[in-house]
């Protein structure tokens, strides 16, 4: 097998244009910019939907002792909260 002159060829190949040697003593890996956007680290909390219409149908099927036919009204409006949220 017999080498090409490409292996021979002394210039070294340029892999990496965007890092050139500024003289520094360590490699910059990472340019040293901010960026425009951050990141937050702390988890957006989303709040309960439709809590107080859900309280309020439970109250009244505990005072008609779970009549879903007394508390009609209050199933009503929290279906209503709940199709809205979605």
Partial sequence: MRPTDVLYKTVPLKKFTNYRDLGFKYK??????????????????????CVNEMSRMMDCWKR???????????????MQCVAAAE
């Fill in 28 to 49: 910059v890996v990472r340019i040293p910019a901010l960026k425009d956007e951050i990141k937050s680290r702390q988890p957006k909390t989303e709040s309960a939907t």
């Fill in 64 to 78: 008609t002792d779970f009549n879903q036919k007394a508390c009609s009204k209050e199933t009503d409006v929290f």
